[in-house]
């Protein structure tokens, strides 16, 4: 994988462990970013009304086809964060819905069905998840015992963000859907680390990041909502697409695609970012990438104390790890981590625990997790930063 570190724009001073939070673009894409902004600014009339919204189509094509979705149930937004404020806003909910999801989500979800549930007088029920995981069918009995006669939808993450596990959400929309109850699946990590096929999927909705595992540029993810869904979901901002004066043949697009100006050129390096991972097999980079995450696994539960949190394979675990860690100030051992080994790894609160994770994409080598290694049992034997 080696031969494709130059492609990436990261620093060579600083060791990356942290692909997951906000991935890094590769070069070529980034430079088609560029072209695509100065050819913005160079005419921006002709480009946000005239050619900008031809680029638009030709890249929801293109990710549509990665996606195995129907180019018109996808609408470009900026972040996941702001796919799911969108359907959360359109749930309208009542006092007495419930919304089901687990005690594994990302925070800033949480956050935000904590306030629409707060404004309508809905439950948002985070249902704890025993840890470890031990098979597909605990964590679908586990997290089925939270429905309810006023369950309105289950919320669940795809891959999770602070514990790295991938969740068996095929398994939890077949079975929903048996119950009439829809499901939004928050896919912020899979694109471009687990193969996608959002048709045969069958989730409600669903949102993904592009600016995480498939290279593109920052401010580049989708919301997918399936077109018996799509009249009931209202933009979040009202725009010219609203009573289109020269409407599309969606109005789902017209509503949520052109919500003022801004710059979209993140959106239109999608078809660069596929081309990239199709030049370079990246299902075998990611294969790669997923063994050299497995195979690091037990040192690091040696050295943290911490444990397997399900069974060391790709039904749970992919290009992430997380182990829990005893530390009462994660914050000063991530900075220690950065500013004296130069390593840049999450060491992330939630709940009650503490998770140190890392994630390895193609610049990632086993002499960068075994700086890390070094690092940390360094900081454990001369400091008192680990309980």
């Keep these: 994988m080696q031969h494709l570190k130059s492609q990436f724009l990261l620093r060579d001073d600083i060791t990356y462990l942290n692909f997951g939070s906000f991935g890094a673009c590769v070069k070529p894409v980034f430079e088609k970013y560029q072209q695509y902004q100065l050819e913005l600014e160079q005419e921006p009339v002709l480009f946000i009304t005239g050619t900008g919204p031809k680029y638009l189509e030709q890249s929801r094509e293109a990710l549509g086809q990665y996606l195995h979705a129907d180019k018109e149930d996808l609408v470009y937004v900026t972040n996941p964060s702001f796919a799911v404020n969108t359907v959360a806003r359109s749930m309208k909910l009542k006092a007495g819905d419930e919304v089901l999801t687990t005690n594994l989500e990302y925070g800033a979800c949480d956050m935000t069905w904590n306030y629409y549930c707060e404004q309508t007088g809905a439950q948002y029920v985070r249902k704890p998840m025993t840890l470890p995981l031990s098979s597909k069918e605990q964590f679908v009995h586990e997290l089925f015992k939270g429905v309810s006669p006023k369950t309105r939808l289950i919320f669940i993450s795809h891959i999770t963000s602070s514990t790295a596990l991938r969740l068996p959400v095929e398994d939890v929309i077949a079975k929903a859907k048996t119950l009439g109850i ?34 593109t540029p920052k401010g580049s993810s989708f919301l997918y909502v399936k077109k018996e869904k799509q009249a009931a979901v209202d933009p979040l901002v009202i725009s010219w697409g609203y009573k289109a ?20 050129s993140a959106f239109l390096t999608i078809p660069a970012a596929i081309g990239v991972l199709e030049d370079n097999k990246w299902d075998q980079v990611s294969a790669s990438c997923r063994q050299l995450v497995k195979d690091n696994a037990a040192k690091f539960f040696d050295i943290t104390g911490g444990q397997a949190l399900a069974p060391l394979t790709d039904d749970f675990i992919q290009q992430l790890l997380s182990t829990e860690i005893k530390t009462s100030e994660p914050e000063k051992l991530h900075d220690l981590l950065f500013e004296k080994y130069k390593l840049q790894v999450p060491v992330m609160r939630h709940g009650d625990k503490v998770y140190l994770r890392y994630s390895i994409n193609a610049f990632n080598s086993q002499a960068d997790l075994d700086k890390l290694a070094e690092a940390l049992i360094n900081i454990k034997t001369t400091s008192n930063l680990f309980a």
């Design 182 to 215: 829809p499901v939004f699946i928050d896919g912020a990590h899979a694109p471009g680390q687990v193969p996608l096929n959002l048709t045969t999927l069958g989730a409600d909705y669903y949102t993904g990041a592009c600016h995480k595992w498939m290279l």
């Design 245 to 264: 004066t020269i409407p599309s043949s969606s109005t789902f697009l017209d509503y949520h695609q052109f919500n003022g100006t801004r710059d979209f």
